[in-house]
């Protein structure tokens, strides 16, 4: 792992949750109204310079039952996608990956084309695989995973 610097306290701060969760779903409301022509393509941190492909994934409230869509970093593995619950190296699991854990059968858009997957949580040895490729794909993911305690989980997305 790599050492990177404490994480920053002001962004455990509910006003940058509230604004990131803004900022999704307004990426979600472009990317869908563009085909991912916009949106298709990561440019924060680590993507300025190398752009990381953003995926939509749905997923259902295991509460409340509701639908939600939220765009992810992704990378390919053979036919499966792979994602990552970092959300930015907070102290918990983001609700994506609890509600994909109640409800593994959901659907992904890659630009315009949305497809059926089963989310399975990757075990030690196929993250230890993964993982280097992920933070080859978006460096920013060592950073998050050095900033907590929790492992950060690595999600396959298998065709169904």
Do not use: C, F, K, N
């Given at each position: 792992m790599s050492t990177a610097p404490?994480?920053?306290k002001q962004l455990d701060s509910p006003l940058v949750a509230k604004g990131l969760k803004l900022m999704s779903r307004a990426q979600v409301?472009?990317?869908r109204r563009t085909g991912g022509r916009i949106g298709q393509k990561w440019r924060v941190g680590a993507g300025f310079r190398k752009p990381v492909p953003t995926?939509?994934?749905?997923?259902?409230?295991r509460k409340s039952g509701t639908v939600y869509t939220v765009p992810?970093?992704?990378?390919?593995?053979?036919?499966?996608?792979?994602?990552?619950?970092?959300q930015g190296g907070m102290a918990k699991h983001p609700q994506s990956y609890h509600n994909?854990?109640?409800?593994?059968?959901?659907?992904?858009?890659i630009g315009?084309?949305?497809?059926?997957?089963?989310a399975v949580v990757a075990d030690?040895?196929?993250r230890a695989r993964l993982w280097p490729r992920l933070v080859e794909a978006y460096a920013d993911f060592?950073?998050?995973q050095s900033w907590t305690e929790r492992e950060i989980p690595v999600i396959i997305l298998r065709p169904r």
């Open positions: 404490p994480r920053p409301w472009v990317y995926l939509l994934l749905e997923h259902r409230g992810l970093l992704y990378v390919r593995d053979g036919e499966d996608t792979i994602i990552v619950g970092s994909l854990r109640a409800d593994p059968d959901t659907y992904i858009q315009t084309d949305r497809r059926p997957v089963h030690a040895q196929q060592d950073t998050y």
